[in-house]
T-cell receptor, first 116, second 113 residues
Framework: NAGVMQNPRHLVRRRGQEARLRCSPM?????VYWYRQLPEEGLKFMVY????????ESGMPKERFSAEFPKEGPSILRIQQVVRGDSAAYFC??????????????FGPGTRLTVL | AQTVTQSQPEMSVQEAETVTLSCTYD???????LFWYKQPPSRQMILVIR????KQQNATENRFSVNFQKAAKSFSLKISDSQLGDAAMYFC??????????WGAGTKLIIKP
């Protein structure tokens, strides 16, 4: 059973470009979470999605950031018009169906975004 | 709002010895979960151990154990017989009914051979 997959592992963008980060959850998992990790810090929650639904996006900046988890295909975190402050590692995690708080979140390897 | 505090930015221990990493937290909820995650240089986040707040018994996983003091809101991680492969960043995290993981800033663990 493959783990959580994220791609790309490294992404370089110039200011003003768009960044698309992909996350394929573990097989059978229907909950996806995105976190951001700035250098020397812990992770910060961004958004929680289930298939075709955004459940909680309270940690996501109101502008330029969006996330989706379509019926088919990976979850996408999209950052429009990137700025240098968006440079960070972005982690995706997934958990199986059921009460999320009872289930372990399995993490992907992360995507390191660098904005030049 | 929940908070997690790891007061030790860095800890070092001699190989084969025991080390304890500290974590304190704050939450207004009575039911929650606590986690220790390990992040090696590969940056992969790996679950080390998990504790349900309603359980009084401290969780253990082989060489890893916790000292959970609910009244003091303390959740320390003890690593026995430290090995070189234990070198990593260790993060303490809490999850409540909002299913968000709230993370501490991490402790860098160095293992001296």
């Amino acid at each position: 059973n493959a783990g959580v997959m994220q791609n790309p592992r490294h992404l370089v963008r110039r200011r003003g470009q768009e960044a698309r980060l992909r996350c394929s959850p573990m097989k059978g998992h229907s909950h996806v979470y995105w976190y951001r990790q700035l250098p020397e810090e812990g992770l910060k929650f961004m958004v929680y999605l289930q298939k075709e639904n955004i459940i909680d996006e309270s940690g996501m900046p109101k502008e330029r950031f969006s996330a989706e988890f379509p019926k088919e295909g990976p979850s996408i975190l999209r950052i429009q018009q990137v700025v240098r402050g968006d440079s960070a590692a972005y982690f995706c995690a997934s958990s199986p169906p059921g009460q999320p708080s009872y289930n372990e979140q399995f993490f992907g390897p992360g995507t390191r975004l660098t904005v030049l | 709002a929940q908070t997690v505090t790891q007061s030790q930015p860095e800890m070092s221990v001699q190989e084969a010895e025991t080390v304890t990493l500290s974590c304190t937290y704050d939450t207004s909820e009575s039911d929650y979960y606590l986690f220790w995650y390990k992040q090696p240089p590969s940056r992969q986040m790996i679950l080390v151990i998990r504790q349900e707040a309603y359980k009084q018994q401290n969780a253990t996983e082989n060489r890893f154990s916790v000292n959970f003091q609910k009244a003091a809101k303390s959740f320390s991680l003890k690593i026995s017989d430290s090995q070189l492969g234990d070198a990593a960043m260790y993060f303490c995290a809490i999850m409540d009914s909002n299913y968000q993981l709230i993370w501490g800033a991490g402790t860098k663990l160095i293992i001296k051979p």
